[in-house]
């Protein structure tokens, strides 16, 4: 006999003013049993996962309301206090943002346990996802966004609740440590735990959960056990996000269905045709640190080619990605711009060069000025003001001329990564340098950027440096491949022939511990 729900919901609606944002979403989570809930960016996954702790700011209704025995409908914020942390374990999205700034990791884990009169060994639980004890001493600001997200995963088991609420845990980790997280999630669950999974991945999703829902404009469009839904999707909304995903998908082949291929994939650069950046022995070594975190690194970028960067995190890839573009020094070694020295010059020196490279980073949104619309920021970009250039740029990334005068906080992460693509293209650059550019992004919008940066390298013969935790977007989007680990690059690489033959023990290592959709 199956046992009673820990959650049990009818008819939960969310209004944000006059918006129905979430609409009659029933949902059960049982002992034992990890339930999924999937959709494109804005479908209502987070804002529902939300309501459930009491969270939303919006105006929450539902028919049934019951959390671990409670009858949460109308609860008061310190009723709802009681309850998050001893029934309730949260781990939202934003790792940053959830954690106090000024207290060391440590405490802010072991609050929950302490709350709860909860006994806890904290060295244990944090050795547990994956996390050094001697973090419990460092700030969040200290901390890689990966070590943050795996912090905020171990506050959420501390106490032991009853129902587990994980708001895309796995977003900030590389293959190796997100394995470590979805193996403790399943095996919370196999011990009788109950886990409410929200996720863009959806291979993640495979791998720790029983059942599915999947969302669409707030609404429940298809549910049932997830092995059935992601291999014979009868919804549209979800087929379009099961045929996103990367994995399985050529290089040069659309992503998104219906959608027309690019051409071939560029064949291997000729002998004598000259890289437009090199790298030789580049080490970096950032300050009080015992040792570098990049190591002697040499790498090649070709024109119409891209180098996809893989490795876990702190290996290195986002500080080489910047000190390629010459943002942080260099302790020994060399980079080259088209054949003439680039790291080696002083910055005034450079200045006049910069525009030949670009960079896209994971969170977009940090890095615009927030008092800006979008029209602003591609003006900076360009440095004048020019209506026709800007429609152009955002005619490229496949936006709306309406566009420019949105800021960008009222727009969508798929939306907000096309205008930094956009803004990256106003300099006519040679080079393009991205930082984990879809990793925060759902499967279709992801295949939607994806597709745009084939469709752009194509037309205009882009040079890409790719650095992803996600072995499918870097298997799908590059042609060669390099692997980092502890700064020293250890394989390279054709991509498809060191995903499918790796000689490296530790490749073999990221390989067999990314998740799969099939």
């Known amino acids: 006999m199956r046992a009673d729900p820990v959650v049990d919901v009818r008819g939960l609606t969310v209004r944000f003013g006059a918006t129905e944002v979430v609409r009659g979403v029933d949902l059960q989570l049982f002992p034992g049993r990890c339930l999924a809930l999937v959709g494109e960016s804005g479908s209502g996954k987070s804002v529902t996962a939300r309501a459930l702790v009491g969270l939303t700011g919006g105006t929450v209704t539902a028919d049934r309301l019951m959390i671990a025995g409670v009858d949460a409908a109308g609860l008061g914020e310190r009723a709802w206090r009681r309850l998050r942390g001893r029934q309730v374990g949260t781990v939202l999205q934003d790792a940053l943002g959830s954690l106090d700034p000024l207290r060391p990791v440590g405490r802010e884990v072991s609050d929950a346990a302490r709350l709860a009169g909860v006994p806890l060994d904290l060295p244990a639980l944090l050795c547990a996802v994956g996390l050094d004890p001697e973090a419990a001493a460092r700030r969040p600001d200290e901390l890689s966004g990966g070590m943050r997200q795996r912090a905020l995963v171990a506050a959420a088991l501390a106490a032991d609740p009853a129902v587990v609420i994980a708001d895309e845990p796995t977003t900030a980790l590389d293959t190796t440590r997100q394995a470590v997280v979805l193996d403790l999630l399943r095996a919370r669950v196999d011990a009788g735990g109950t886990l409410l999974f929200i996720t863009h991945d959806l291979a993640a999703a495979r791998r720790v959960a029983d059942d599915v829902l999947v969302l669409d404009q707030g609404r429940v469009v298809e549910s049932g056990p997830i092995d059935r839904v992601l291999d014979a999707p ?20 659309r992503l998104l269905a219906g959608a027309e291929p690019t051409t071939a994939p560029p064949p291997p650069a000729p002998e004598d045709a000259a890289p437009v950046l090199s790298a030789r022995g580049l080490v970096v070594r950032h300050r009080g640190a015992p040792a570098p975190t990049v190591s002697g690194v040499d790498l090649d970028l070709w024109a119409g080619r891209t180098l996809g960067l893989v490795g876990e995190s702190g290996s290195g890839k986002s500080t080489l990605l ?5 943002l942080i020094p260099l302790q020994a070694g060399e980079v080259m711009l088209g054949g003439a020295p680039w790291s080696a010059l002083s910055e005034r020196a450079r200045r006049p060069q910069r525009r030949r490279m670009a ?8 890095s615009f000025e927030p008092r800006w619309n979008v029209r602003r920021l591609l003006e900076d970009a360009l440095g004048r003001r020019d209506p026709a250039r800007i429609k152009e740029l955002l005619d490229a990334v496949h936006l709306l001329p309406a566009v420019a005068h949105a800021h960008p906080r009222t727009l969508s992460g798929g939306q907000r990564q096309r205008v930094a693509i956009a803004r990256a293209l106003a300099v006519e650059p040679a080079i393009l340098l991205c930082d984990e550019p879809v990793s925060a992004l759902d499967a279709s919008v992801q295949a939607k950027v994806l597709d745009l940066l084939d469709e752009l390298q194509q037309e205009r013969g882009l040079a890409i440096l790719l650095v992803s935790h996600d072995l499918g977007v870097i298997r799908h989007a590059s042609d060669e491949l390099a692997v980092l680990d502890a700064g020293v690059i250890v394989e390279r690489g054709a991509t498809e022939s060191v995903l499918s033959q790796p000689q490296h023990p530790f490749t073999r290592e990221l390989i067999e511990a990314a998740p799969r959709l099939r």
């Open 234 to 253: 009868e919804s549209e909304q979800a087929r379009r996000l099961v045929a996103s995903v990367p994995w399985e998908r050529p290089r040069g082949e």
């Open 322 to 326: 910047r000190a390629v573009a010459a």
């Open 359 to 366: 960079m896209m980073v994971q969170d977009p949104l940090g």
